[in-house]
């Protein structure tokens, strides 16, 4: 028998991706989301209360110093609820992003031995997360009934940007995950741009202190469009789709095309590095 009959060869030369392979492959998907749970929940005290507790004490700590205290303005919003409807689709991207970082590291056993295809690493940890962003939504349905907010028409928009939460943490998280295969200390840089990264969105403040002539630079960072959009849709009020959300979803989808070309190209050295 030809000894290279059971290697595992790259990709052909490109980019592009098989769809009909990766749909052939679905089960795999599924196994590895249900797998990224499991593991994330395993012998854990309080199992998916912890996708509550990081956004609803982050909540409790702005409203004091940056609500209370500081004064900042809220769109006229109670200070719990500006900042935990901003808190749900960023902790949600913030965790994509750390799990999605070391997901091609921590399953190199498996990318050496057999052949499926890579981007299910990825992507399995993105929406694994999406149990956490729907247990931690409960608490804001609670919150608005508690505040007497009812949903508008604008509630319609609410998958739109879920969904789009979902693709940049998808986009980033490609680019994260194979640069962390090829060069392992940059996981150590990922809590640093996480932070950073929250700070230049409207989570603790509202993009309406951002000047009119500076929304479009604003809007370059794609989370910025995202939160400002999912508040607008949930709770009816701050601002609507604008000049920032353009920009943000035009960078949405140069962030993902390039993170699935970046990824395609790398995939050829990922199971060599790692």
């Known amino acids: 028998m030809d000894k ?3 290697k595992i060869l790259p990709p052909r030369k490109g980019v592009s991706f098989d769809f009909k392979e990766m749909w052939d492959y679905r089960e795999l998907l599924y196994f590895f989301i249900w797998k990224d749970i499991k593991v994330r929940y395993k012998q854990t005290a309080v199992g998916a209360l912890w996708a509550v507790i990081q956004p609803f004490f982050t909540m409790i700590v702005f409203s004091l110093f940056f609500g ?3 004064k900042i303005p809220s769109d006229g919003l109670p200070y719990p609820l500006f900042y935990y409807s901003a808190l749900l689709p ?5 965790n994509a992003l750390i799990h999605t970082t070391n997901t091609m590291v921590e399953n190199q056993r498996l990318i050496t031995k057999v052949y ?4 299910f690493l990825p ?3 993105v929406l694994s997360g999406l149990l956490d962003f729907f247990v931690a939504s409960s608490i804001l349905l609670l919150m608005m009934v508690f505040y007497g907010i009812v949903p ?3 509630i319609l928009y609410f998958p739109l940007f879920v969904l789009l939460t979902i693709v940049t943490a998808l986009g980033v998280g490609l680019w994260f995950s194979a640069l962390n295969a090829l060069y392992r200390d940059f996981r150590y840089t990922v809590t640093f741009i996480v932070q950073f990264w929250m700070f230049a969105s409207p989570v603790a403040y509202p993009s309406s202190m951002v ?3 500076w929304q479009w630079l604003y809007g370059l960072n794609p989370m910025a469009g995202i939160i400002d959009g999912f508040r607008w849709a949930v709770l009816g009020k701050g601002n609507p789709p604008g000049i920032t959300f353009l920009v943000s979803f035009t960078i949405i989808l140069i962030l993902l095309g390039g993170g699935l070309i970046f990824f395609r190209k790398m995939e050829t050295e990922i199971a060599d590095r790692v």
């Not at 960023?90 to 913030?94: H, L, S, Y």
């Not at 499926?116 to 981007?119: L, Q, S």
């Open 123 to 125: 992507l399995s940890s």
């Open 90 to 94: 960023w902790t949600f991207f913030a």
């Open 68 to 70: 209370i205290l500081a």
């Open 4 to 6: 290279d009959f059971y």
């Open 152 to 154: 508008h028409w604008q």
């Open 211 to 213: 000047p009119a002539k």
């Open 116 to 119: 499926f295809p890579r981007i």
